[in-house]
């Protein structure tokens, strides 16, 4: 008897009538598939399949069962094989074999939209369509694994109940259909413009989306014709040959990042061209083989993981994000590179542009309190703070200087970089943790300079208040707030680790303009534009777009940096969220401004050193989380994944008992970098 939604095989066997209504029959074959899934034994007393062990699947074990209850009473098995020769006769084969599993319009937008239907709405079982009846079929990831399971007389066993003439094939016509159709839709994605555009011309040389449907359509008249199979395999191997083709052409997309620039809809053009390609090649395996058991498994174990992922979000953007990430971090990897030291002179050339960072930094400091005098609503005064910001990062940025906290979502991508064939390579692994100390002594002297110029700054400034005007720019309410707001004892670390976040977002904001800039080629606007040769002259809109190319990156990340910094804290106050910005070179800078406000009796206050305390925490989490998070989008742009990590923290372990100084002050016979 059924028991709510659950039925046991009796009331399957006797609830099987062709004659019910089609959708009827559907929840009949949901029903039979939800009976296949359940757990443990089956209850109606049927004797289980000799072949069976206790590692079979339950699903495999009840799947022969079924078939061996049909076999001993032929009235089940008339039953049964009538109901499922009903279903499959009237459904349209086409709905799972060409469109299952692919977004019916060509963005990624209109896809997660429609898996958020999927994922929202309730499926119906009043459909002809067989792709549409499947996702209600198989909607558990593990189907797979069982389906993948089975063996080749079990398949056949089922074939048997599902067509009246297993030897004819009968599916073979609607394999042949979705061929077309497949193919149709790859040359339709390779010929659009975007596609067409960024693939390598010399791959587009021989027409393969032109040719692909001409084979295709070859290989469904030897099929209607009734060719002999030499013909046809020779028909296989002309539409195979086309369709790699077509892939190496698509994939070409993926080798000119860095000339076009890549976009979320292409990425996804790309990924749907490539899984058509692969079904098409496993409708031809299907068809050709002498024996459709193994190919017809393969095929419904593929279609069965293409249901489970086109109801994944994470798979979605796991997949389409990749490439993407990759475009982010290629250019972060370039720059990062020149924030790495690896040699005396280089972190005594750090130290100074660090320095320099330190010195703007600390007039950034006094104005961000000159603004904070000026009565401002809330938003206009976090956009005034992060106006601030920009300014200074970006001077920071055109004078070569440089701000520590900046360096970790640089650097982050070019040490992934370094992580290519670490996989039980002992040197590479030597060389990693080389990188690893060149990074974190290069952030000391980040930290170092900015600091050593930030604090004589603001004290400078604020003396220079004192002695011309009998007062500091910064006053002593400000000094309190400063004391207040800074001790470690309150949210700091929090607001630090949050920083942190504002950081790495900057690097991705500025990896996304990058790519903005290059997908819209606009590059060449500015330098070939007429209206711009015509204000700028010629030799000077090259120049223009040439600089644009090599800065709009460093440019995006400090002018957004700025204004996160400034304008989020608004932003999550209007919410309701209470956020705070602590920048280890800025909150030193406002505590210089409070010892010069109050003066050194401040010194002998316990609020002052627990501010103090406070700066090596934000150091550490600003450069930590960003460092962290940027890291993690390199590894995942570039598919890897740290299988020997415990190796390589044993490395750094060793090299800071055998050199600690080395993570703080690069060694005197280290060898400068190698140009290039």
């Known amino acids: 008897m059924a028991s709510g939604a659950r039925w046991d095989l009796s009331a399957l066997l006797n609830a099987a009538d062709a004659r019910a209504p089609a959708t009827d029959q559907n929840l009949w074959l949901v029903r039979l598939l939800q009976w296949l899934r359940t757990p443990g034994p089956a209850t109606d007393g049927a004797t289980p399949d000799a072949h069976d062990t206790p590692a079979t699947p339950w699903p495999v074990r009840r799947l022969r069962l079924l078939l ?27 709905g799972l074999l060409a469109d299952f599993g692919f977004a019916p319009r060509q963005g990624f937008v209109s896809e997660l939209a429609e898996r958020l239907r999927l994922a929202c709405l309730p499926g119906t079982p009043q459909t002809a369509d067989l792709g549409q009846l499947f996702h209600l079929l198989f909607t558990e990831a593990t189907d797979t694994d069982w389906i993948a399971t089975l063996d080749n007389d079990t398949v056949a066993r089922v074939l048997a109940l599902c067509v009246a003439d297993p030897a004819a094939q009968p599916w073979q016509a609607a394999m042949v259909e979705s061929i077309q159709l497949l193919a149709s839709q790859i040359r339709a994605a390779g010929l659009a413009g975007p596609m067409r555009q960024r693939m390598d011309p010399a791959l587009l040389a021989d027409r393969p989306f032109h040719q692909v449907v001409v084979a295709a359509e070859a290989l469904r008249a030897g099929h209607l014709d009734g060719d002999a199979a030499a013909t046809r395999l020779q028909q296989a ?70 249901a489970a992922e086109r109801r994944s979000m994470t798979a979605l953007f796991r997949r389409h994000y990749a490439l993407l990430a990759r475009k982010v971090t290629e ?112 952030q000391v002297a980040g930290i170092v300079g900015n600091l050593a ?8 400034a604020q003396g220079l208040g004192w002695w011309l005007a009998g007062a500091p720019p910064v006053g002593e309410k400000d000094a309190h707030y400063v004391l207040h707001s800074l001790t470690l004892l309150g949210p700091t670390a929090f607001f630090a680790a949050f920083t942190g976040v504002l950081l790495f977002a900057s690097s991705l904001i500025a990896g996304w303009v990058e790519n903005w800039f290059v997908f819209h080629r606009l ?42 910094l400034g304008v989020v804290p608004v932003l999550g106050a209007f919410f309701g969220l209470p956020l705070d910005v602590r920048h280890v070179t800025l909150s030193m800078g406002q505590l210089a401004a409070a010892l010069g406000a109050l003066g050194p009796d401040l010194l002998r206050s316990a609020d002052f050193w627990w501010c103090m305390a406070s700066i090596p925490v934000i150091g550490a989490l600003n450069l930590g989380v960003s460092f962290t998070l940027a890291f993690r989008v390199a590894l995942a742009s570039r598919g890897l994944k740290l299988r020997d990590r415990d190796r390589l923290y044993a490395a750094i372990r060793q090299r800071i008992r055998r050199a600690p100084m080395s993570f703080v002050l690069p060694p005197a016979d280290e060898p400068a970098r190698p140009p290039g």
């Open 68 to 94: 061996d209850v049909v076999d001993r009473h032929p009235e089940h098995g008339t039953r049964v094989a009538a109901m499922l020769q009903a279903i499959f006769g009237r459904m349209d084969a086409t």
């Open 237 to 306: 191997a002309y539409l195979r040959a086309v369709l790699e083709a077509c892939r190496q052409a698509g994939a070409s997309v993926r080798d000119h990042l860095d000339e076009h620039g890549i976009s979320v809809d292409l990425v996804f053009q790309i990924d749907q061209l490539r899984e058509r390609v692969e079904r098409i090649e496993s409708l031809l395996a299907g068809l050709l083989a002498p024996e459709p058991a193994p190919e017809l498994r393969q095929l419904l174990v593929g279609l069965v993981r293409s």
């Open 331 to 442: 250019r972060s990897a370039e720059t990062g590179e020149h924030y790495i030291t690896r040699s005396r002179a280089e972190y005594r050339a750090m130290l100074a542009q660090a320095a320099g960072g330190g010195a703007v930094i600390g007039v950034t400091t006094l104005v961000k309190f000159g603004l904070a005098a000026i009565a401002m609503s809330a938003f206009w005064a976090g956009f005034a703070a992060g106006l601030n910001y920009a300014a200074s990062f970006v001077l920071v940025y055109l004078l070569h200087w440089t701000v520590a906290t900046k360096q970790p979502a640089m650097t982050a991508p070019a040490m992934a970089a370094k992580l290519q064939g670490i996989a039980g390579n002992d040197e590479a692994a030597e060389g990693f943790v080389d990188e690893v100390t060149h990074l974190l002594r290069s």
């Open 453 to 460: 110029l930030v604090i004589p700054v603001v004290l400078a």
């Open 523 to 564: 590059e060449s606007a500015i330098a070939w534009n007429p209206r711009f040769i015509a204000v700028l002259g010629a030799p000077r809109a090259r120049r223009w777009a040439s600089w644009w190319r090599d800065h709009v990156s460093g440019m995006a990340a400090n002018v957004s940096l700025g204004f996160l």
